[in-house]
Nanobody, 124 residues
Framework: QVQLVESGGGLVQAGGSLRLSCAAS????????MGWFRQAPGKEREFVAY????????YYADSVKGRFTISRDNAKNTMYLQMFSLKPEDTAVYYC?????????????????WGQGTQVTVSS
């Protein structure tokens, strides 16, 4: 089993920044890809970014490209999402997820494990 725990969320003013972390544990933790998703009230969960665990290749949703940076520390089994120039529309619960098999996953059903989420609120 794999456990994912997000942290780093909070309240920030528009234009501010936050860094989210996703700490992974479990004997079977060996992902090919890890990703960030977010879900705003009344909306479906949407893709934000992913990173391949070994090669560090990244891919972003257009809505966050140029403002968010995804990274990982393999030694710490931790993934990060650095968010700059935050906007009120970035307000959501942010989830991390991991996928065992290789691919280019941007859909929720492609991921095997999920964290519980961390709230990000951006005030105008």
């Amino acid at each position: 089993q794999v456990q994912l725990v997000e942290s780093g969320g909070g309240l920030v003013q528009a234009g501010g920044s936050l860094r989210l972390s996703c700490a992974a544990s479990g004997r079977t933790f060996s992902p090919a890809v890890m990703g960030w998703f977010r879900q705003a009230p009344g909306k479906e969960r949407e893709f934000v970014a992913y990173i391949t665990w070994s090669g560090g290749m990244t891919y972003y949703a257009d809505s966050v490209k140029g403002r968010f940076t995804i990274s990982r520390d393999n030694a710490k089994n931790t993934m990060y999402l650095q968010m700059f120039s935050l906007k009120p529309e970035d307000t959501a619960v942010y989830y991390c997820a991991s996928k065992r098999a290789a691919g280019s996953p941007t859909r929720t059903r492609e991921y095997d494990y999920w964290g519980q989420g961390t709230q990000v609120t951006v005030s105008s």
